[in-house]
């Protein structure tokens, strides 16, 4: 029996291919499969049989008439199996989105960034706040050992300590010569080891000062600090204060002097204490964040200190060390974070 060449026939959506082309359908297997049915009958009767073939090799072997097997044969009927998109194939119009189901989900993608993005970006900001204050202290703590190196104890750096501070009926503070003399040589031994770009020293009005302060609550801070040193670094940093307020500074937990850095300068908001203005201590041998697990109960603690909560003046000076220490200011937070228990918000 001759090898006859049978079409498959396919409809709007299949392809047509003769039988004698199958070897050709198997080099696009990538994009579907060949699916042929073949029915065989039996030489002296019996049941009839048929085969569903996947492959080139096995419709060719089917559709060829055998002698010694089969009385008769009939040739394989075939169609190709779309299992992979083909965009030249496809004409309905349910394959695209309706602009309803677009809309959709744009809304519920908004939705989603809007509730996340912005405590992200709440994140992120107090990462790099972490980040700042504790590259000023080591640039600052650097620098005081540097001094000490240099100038002996501090206790021997020539400091009068006979200070004397008035404030005016509009809370501003104003010093003596000999306040505004000790004042000045501090920033002197230590401003030697630093990259100072200006210096603002009390009653110097052709100056950069703060304008507006807040402590941790948001209440305005009384403005004192318009009228003290404010050393501004070439990175921006200021460094607010350095009061000489101890006559004696000769043992190690003696407080000598204290000073505030405002890590983003004095012209970037919100110039805050415990958010980006963070008070430090100067001892004889170093200087030391405020707030600290070992701070007196009678000084600026942590839990009395950094609360959102407390009315204190001081709301806010007793920050530092956690945010050094701790690496975060979950303090903005909640209220309820000590050293001793819970120190992160849930």
């Not at 305005?220 to 670094?233: A, F, G, K, Q």
Request: glycine residues 6%; charged residues 20%.
């Amino acid at each position: 029996m001759n090898k006859k060449e049978k079409s498959m026939r396919r409809n709007d959506n299949t392809l047509q291919l003769k039988v004698s082309e199958v070897s050709r359908v198997s080099k696009v297997s990538g994009q579907g499969r060949l699916a042929c049915t073949t029915t065989q009958v039996p030489a002296k009767g019996g049941q009839v049989r048929s085969t569903t073939l996947e492959t080139a090799k096995e419709v060719r072997s089917t559709i060829i008439y055998d002698k010694t097997r089969h009385k008769t044969a009939k040739p394989a009927s075939c169609k190709f199996l779309i299992t992979q998109s083909l965009s030249h194939l496809i004409t309905s119009q349910k394959a695209a989105f309706t602009l309803a189901e677009i809309l959709i989900t744009l809304a519920v993608i908004g939705i989603v960034a809007a509730l996340t993005i912005p405590n992200l970006v709440m994140k992120y900001k107090e990462k790099v706040t972490v980040t700042k204050l504790r590259k000023a202290y080591s640039i600052i703590n650097s620098a005081y050992q540097m001094a000490l190196l240099e100038n002996g104890d501090f206790d021997n750096w020539g400091f009068y300590k006979t200070g004397i501070v008035e404030t005016d009926e509009d809370g501003n503070l104003h010093f003596n010569d000999t306040a505004i003399y000790d004042m000045s040589l501090l920033w002197e031994k230590i401003g030697k080891n630093l990259n100072i770009t200006e210096k603002c020293m009390p009653e110097q009005n052709n100056c950069t000062r703060i304008k507006a302060y807040y402590n941790l609550n948001g209440e305005e801070r009384r403005s004192d600090i318009n009228n003290v040193p404010n050393i501004t670094l070439n990175n921006g940093m200021v460094l607010i204060g350095g009061w000489v307020n101890s006559a004696s500074c000769t043992n190690k937990n003696d407080i000598c002097s204290d000073f505030a850095i405002d890590i983003n300068g004095i012209k970037q908001p919100p110039n805050a204490f415990g958010q980006d203005i963070f008070y430090f201590y100067i001892h004889p041998n170093n200087i030391m964040p405020i707030g600290g697990k070992t701070e007196p109960s009678s000084s600026r603690t942590f839990e009395n200190n950094c609360n959102r909560t407390s009315t204190s003046e001081d709301a806010g000076y007793g920050c530092t060390a956690w945010v050094i220490e701790k690496g975060n200011m979950d303090y903005l937070h909640c209220n309820d974070l000590s050293w001793t228990g819970k120190q992160k918000c849930d």
